[in-house]
């Protein structure tokens, strides 16, 4: 039910609304970095980890929730498919 | 020689030494010598006198910016008695409160502007109209003599807005005046060969400076009305084809003029001293400014209208390419004193620390009219002088003077970190495509607090709100990064001139 475009582009959809009113979709591309240019603050990752459990139905432990997995929309999208595979 | 203690007499000195010399010129070229200046102000003194009007009373002004403006308030200063200035595009009913609330005894107006000074609450009604200025100059009765008459009478009242948005008088006397002036008169020495901008309206401090400092010198002082202050391309024009010689303004009237003025193609070469107050001006644009009059030298003067100025720093220059930080607001004036203080009133911080800047001196204001409560909360008795809250946030730098952190108000409490929104506009400063920013904190339910940031972008290709956020937090920590940007063609601004804040807060 959620393949890969479309867990990127909720999690696109999710940052737009939060972080980035007014931005266009386009300007957000998967490659990114987001966590350390500073887009995304700790504020704004905490939400977006909740975001994703809710969203995705999975649990994301604390050392998880850190730049290697949460960095790039790229990243994201293949952690939350290899967490769902795992259930 | 020592300097008259009431401002009429200081401006009568002047009238007499320079006589059929032009005092005045309008925007629109309508000029007064200093013998024809005198001649009306004396006549509006003596038909305030006939009126019974003197030492004690106050008189409103609600005239547009030209000579029978001027004549009017060297008028009410000679007749003994205060005026009152109205912003003359102010809506009626600020006008009217303010009259009501300083009783005034008589108002001056023009014939276009009655709708501000109803009789109910004008007093005696002085028509600046073409016949009627024109009977009075001819008919003009004696101005009173000026027994009885001291310095700290009451020289003018300018209402500011409050934070409450009640408009409260600040009153000033020919003593605060007159100290303000001789201190500017050695740091800027001017002459009967001067030209002074008037740009900031009568109801504004810095007009004292323009008025005073010219007219009690001998020099021209040309009046820059309110539609002529707001199209910089004229105001560019008018700077050379005027000859101006001192300039003073905010930083928002310089950065438009700098920007917009066309001053690279013009000669700007007669202006010599360029004063700026009010607010902090950003520093890119300081130094554009600099470069386009390259034979002017630049003062950052400091001082709310309850002080009048009480530091100044000269601007050194050339500005180098790589700072980025704003210039101090210096050393104090002549015969003030500043302290850094924790709390209104409280005790000196360390050495280096911020505090809260705390002013005494000759020029601190008598009180707010009718207003004793809020007097007692802004001014502390401290070694037997009387101290001014300013309400900014500064530090000390050995060498530098004061450095102005931001105001009180304007800080705010993030995530638990300390934030100064003035210090979140410089680094969006930094950017080269922002021409303008201006931050505001807003309550927020979810997120507790939002920095919402207003940018003028420079022309050409739109800035991106993720190229934003990622500059942001390029220069600024977390804490300071705004969470919504919003793009404008111009920001509002006061009738004073400053940014507007009021107004961008309440955008939705």
Known sequence: ?87 | MTSPLLLDERFERAARAHGPRTAVVAGDGERRTYAELLAEAEAVAGWLAAHGIGRGDRVGLVQPKDCRAVAALLGVLRAGAAYVPIDPISPAERARTILADCEVAATIVAPDLGELAPTSCAGHRLLASDDEWHALVQRAAPPPDRAGREADDLAYLLYTSGSTGVPKGVMLSHANARSFLDWAAAAFRPSPDDRFSSHAPFHFDLSVFDLYASLGSGAELHLIDADLGKNPRALGAFVEERRLTVWYSTPSVLLVLSAFGGLERRDSGALRAVLFAGEVFPIKHLRTLTERLPRAEFHNLYGPTETNVCTAARVPLPIPAERAEAFPIGTPCAGYEACLLDAPGGAEVPAGAEGLLHVAGPGLFLGYWKRDGETEARVFEREGRRWYDTGDVAREVPGEGYVYVGRRDRMVKRRGHRVELGEVESGLYKHPRIREAAVVALADDEAGLVLRAHLVPEAGRPLSILELKTFCASVLPASMVPDRFVFEERLPRTSTDKIDYQTLRQKT
Request: hydrophobic residues 40%; without cysteine; proline residues 3%.
């Open chain 1, 1 to 87: 039910m959620f393949d890969s475009d479309a867990i990127k582009d909720a999690i696109r959809s999710h940052i737009l609304t939060e972080v980035l009113p007014g931005e266009s979709a386009s300007n957000l591309p998967d490659d990114m970095p987001l966590r350390t240019s500073g887009v995304l603050d700790s504020m704004a990752t905490l939400k977006l980890v909740s975001f994703v459990e809710d969203t995705f139905g999975i649990t994301v432990e604390a050392h998880e929730a850190g730049v290697e997995n949460f960095d790039r929309i790229d990243d994201m999208a293949s952690f939350i498919q290899g967490k769902r595979e795992d259930r």
